[in-house]
């Protein structure tokens, strides 16, 4: 297997988006002076983790885990892994909640300093 070869790198097409996103992310979080712009590349750091776990989860030809209909064919289905949906979604409040924290820190020191500029920040602190 060679990591140049095309099917190869159309088959790992998650990890290439993934780590696009994680890119665009550190790249805001260190380039952008404004809180609110490293909070935004924070978010996108985070979605790109959650896109690959739950595209870890994904099974060719599985189909979700839910109970079937009284009276359909129950035979061997091959099912997608829902557990790193389970995760994500628990994963999703926690950067909700972070999200709202730091947001809220951002307007208070916004209203304290004047400035959301991290550069003139570490300069008054």
């Known amino acids: 297997m060679n990591a140049l070869d095309p099917d190869f790198i159309l088959g790992h097409y998650n990890y290439w988006v993934s780590i696009v996103l994680i890119m665009i992310g550190l790249y805001t979080m260190i380039a952008k002076k404004n809180l609110i712009k490293k909070f935004i590349g924070l978010n996108i750091i985070e979605t790109a983790i959650f896109l690959f776990y739950i595209s870890l989860g994904d099974v060719d030809g599985g189909v979700a885990p839910i109970l079937p209909k009284e009276g359909a064919e129950t035979g061997a289905m091959l099912y997608a892994n829902p557990l790193p949906s389970a ?12 999200t709202a924290l730091a947001l809220s820190f951002a307007v208070l020191i916004y209203r304290r300093y004047g400035t959301l500029d991290a550069g003139r920040l570490m300069e008054e602190l």
């Open 87 to 98: 995760m994500m979604l628990t994963a999703i409040v926690v950067t909700l909640c972070m």
